[in-house]
């Protein structure tokens, strides 16, 4: 079902079948950091880390270990970008900096924006997966930088639940409060398109209570006794899906039950937010 907050302001929730969750999953945390190897592969993805130069060893993942301190790579990994890239140090976007756009972004953005009655020409060319933690925020901002302001942008919520703050398109509006569970989608559009958001805080699962007895819409998923079962059901679930030869591929120094038990301790302690945009003014409406 869907609420619409604000003008522009849509939250879908439980529009995600368990395996379009668990593909959604595959792509965020092991196909997309897969390919920030090798510097042919680096062309198709960014992240936090790559534009700092550190990498792993061909044939090594983000989620080998890659020092002697044992610390993984994904551990420090919090943002890819895939598509058109923003130039943090000009703080814009350039022509010709950009990748392949992923063609499962893509689809996912269309249908949504089909179902959602959003603009049909809508057409997705830049995606940003960040990778949140407990006690991480993100302060508020604006998206405005895309060079086609008329198309909306899709957020994907995976993972731990969080808190997003959504404004007006100045600071002055009292912003409303969103608690966003795993699979829910946002999308800004419209008024909301500039509106200024945030997001002040990510749960753990043991910190929960009082926000989930407090939330306007109470269910059997958010009972705080509930939490950690419903939890480890989609942890294991997408753990288990994972198949030994698409591990390999992945990582070939890692054993395939190596490789899931890292996964599976990652995941608990872990957001991540698909959001998905449309860079390139469109040519014609």
Not at 59 to 83: F, N, P, V
Not at 87 to 101: A, C, H, L, N, Q
Not at 149 to 178: T, W
Not at 236 to 247: H, N, R
């Amino acid at each position: 079902y869907q609420r619409r907050v604000r003008a522009g302001l849509l939250i879908l929730k439980h529009v995600f079948s368990d395996q379009g969750l668990r593909l959604l999953l595959q792509h965020a945390l092991l196909e997309f950091p897969a390919g920030l190897g090798t510097a042919s592969q680096r062309q198709h993805v960014r992240s936090n880390l790559s534009c700092l130069g550190e990498g792993y060893p061909e044939g090594k993942s983000y989620w080998s270990e890659c020092d002697k301190a044992r610390t993984r790579l994904m551990e420090k990994l919090r943002w890819i970008s895939t598509g058109y890239h923003y130039d943090w140090t000009r703080r814009e976007y350039r022509v010709g900096f950009k990748s392949p756009f992923p063609s499962s972004l893509a689809g996912l953005a269309s249908a949504l924006a089909c179902a959602l009655y959003l603009p049909s020409w809508f057409t997705p060319d830049s995606a940003l997966i960040n990778f949140y933690h407990p006690g991480d925020t993100l302060s508020f901002h604006q998206d405005e930088l895309e060079w086609e302001m008329r198309a909306p942008l899709v957020s994907v919520s995976l993972g731990l639940r969080a808190v997003l703050c959504v404004g007006g398109r100045d600071r002055i509006k009292e912003p409303v409060s969103l608690l966003l569970d795993h699979g829910d989608v946002v999308v800004l559009s419209g008024e909301s398109r500039t509106a200024y958001h945030a997001v002040p805080r990510v749960f753990s699962t043991q910190d929960l209570g009082t926000c989930i007895r407090n939330a306007e819409h109470v269910t059997s998923r958010r009972d705080p006794e509930n939490i950690q079962r419903y939890s480890s059901q989609w942890i294991d679930g997408f753990v288990a899906g994972l198949s030994p030869e698409f591990l390999e591929e992945v990582d070939s120094s890692l054993s395939p039950d190596e490789f899931k038990k890292t996964v599976a301790e990652y995941l608990p302690r872990t957001r991540i937010n698909i959001s998905i945009r449309q860079v390139e003014c469109q040519k014609s409406v």
